[in-house]
């Protein structure tokens, strides 16, 4: 169901002390609002302590920031989709570029990810163009073929069950935001590529979001796109002010 939505993907930052503070710092200035999905995505570590946390506020919900594409096994240092659902955890953000860099997450091995977790979690996929494609004019057919390869396998009622994140590669931890023109103009061929693939209804339905310098004084502009369903946000969601401001910027 297409939802307005702002996730806070605090990567590796803040010790289980410093996250529990933040928390409690969000609820208390934060109207209860079922307008607006307010999902918070700590280190793993930290799941099942801010789960507990959030279980009364039903427009909260929390999500890990990777998984294993595997169900389980000698994996030393990975995490299962299961793993996450049993700590309360909803949402699961897959394919992240920092995951994609970092950890050479192919579209291959994130469509695997994307079938182990869609059983028990609510997989966030996040895609998105470096600066050379988007320099060389290749950033629409860099998302299309992320889409293709990682998503378009699965069947409509799965599909359905995604939450799409577009974030520019060269937007990320940079403050060069896309400009509302820009991310409105990939979002909606994203929903077009959707569109063709699964059809009118699964398109509208599909919640994409927007993340990349996402902060509380671009939210509103973005935001009111007609196909900008909410943010992805990285180095504004560590601060109580900054992200309430972003939530409160629909
Ligand atoms: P920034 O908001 O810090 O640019 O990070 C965006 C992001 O990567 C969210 O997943």
Known sequence: MRRKIV??????????????QLVDEILSSSETSSQVLKII???YIHLAAIAEKLSSREDFAVAAQNCHHLKSGAFT???????????????????????????????DILSQKVNIAIDKLTPIFCIGENVDQRNANTHLETIRAQLKDALFHLTAADFGKIIIAYEPVWAIGTGVTATSHQAQGVHNFIRTEINKKYGKEISENTTILYGGSCNAQNAQELFSCIDI?????????LKATDIVSIINSF
């Open 41 to 43: 995505a700590p280190p």
């Open 77 to 107: 240092g990975e995490v299962s989709a299961e793993m996450i659902a049993s700590t309360g955890a909803k949402y699961v953000i897959i394919g992240h570029s920092e995951r994609r860099s970092f950890a050479g997450e192919t579209n």
């Open 229 to 237: 369903d909410g943010g992805l946000i990285g180095g504004a969601s």
């Open 7 to 20: 996730a806070g993907n605090w990567k590796m930052n803040k010790t289980l002390d410093q996250g529990l």
